[in-house]
């Protein structure tokens, strides 16, 4: 079956850090895979996604993740974190036909951010 | 302004009372899904639809209904609700295709089942 497992359930970094967070997925094939964000005042948000072709993928508010089919991760980097960052970040994989069928979240990682 | 919005936001009802959570997007997009938020276990999927008339089950769609007769609506449907039921769920309807997707959700609808 297929599956999302993040492993860090908290993280915390300093404003102006980097910040990498962790995704691996369980799925036979190539799937589509998905970041989110969830904060109390923007709610659920998408940040980027990937489909096919360039394994390094941009998404909105300066974040990029990248695809390694070898290892089936799919971790999400900022080069500079800043204090609006902190959030629940959820990574997905869609395992079925389309993109958005069958989306199969991770348990999600909370990210503090230190002033 | 494009939006996704949800009715009621803040639900109590008591187990076997059947409700519905109502869906509604001004954007006329085809595609509209259904998921539940819980501690620890992130979001699943309950339902999505790819078109009028068109739907299809999640990972979690036991004891919830879905139905799309128009393209701007997908309410939520609970018959029989039980207090496995109560929880944080989000609508969410995709724009686009392809590279040029994304993904606009709700503000969510807190059911508490007592």
């Known amino acids: 079956a297929q599956s999302v497992t993040q492993p860090d359930i908290h993280i915390t970094v300093s404003e102006g850090a980097s910040l990498e967070l962790r995704c691996n997925y369980s799925y036979g094939a190539t799937p589509y895979l998905f970041w989110y964000v969830q904060s109390p005042g923007q709610g659920l948000q998408l940040l980027l996604k990937?489909?096919?072709?360039?394994?390094l993928v941009q998404g909105i508010k300066g974040f990029e993740a990248e695809f390694k089919r070898s290892q089936s991760s799919f971790n999400l980097r900022k080069p500079s974190v800043h204090w609006s960052d902190a959030a629940e970040y959820f990574c997905?994989?869609?395992?079925?036909?389309?993109?958005?069928?069958?989306?199969?979240f991770g348990p999600g990682t909370s990210l503090s951010v230190i002033p | 302004e494009a939006q996704v919005t949800q009715n009621p936001r803040y639900l109590i009802t008591v187990t076997g009372k059947k409700l519905t959570v109502t869906c509604s997007q001004n954007m006329n997009h085809e595609y509209m899904s259904w998921y539940r938020q819980d501690p620890g276990l992130g979001l699943r999927q309950i339902y999505y639809s790819m078109n009028v008339e068109v739907t299809d089950k999640g990972d979690v769609p036991e004891g919830y209904k879905v139905s799309r007769k128009e393209k701007r609506n997908f309410p939520l449907i609970l018959e029989s609700p039980s207090p496995n039921q109560t929880s944080l769920y989000f609508c969410a309807s995709i724009r686009g295709a392809g590279d040029v997707e994304t993904q606009y959700f709700g503000p969510g609808t807190r059911l508490l089942v007592l």
């Open positions: 997905a994989v869609g395992a079925g036909k389309t993109s958005y069928d069958k989306v199969i």
């Open positions: 990937y489909f096919s072709g360039d394994t």
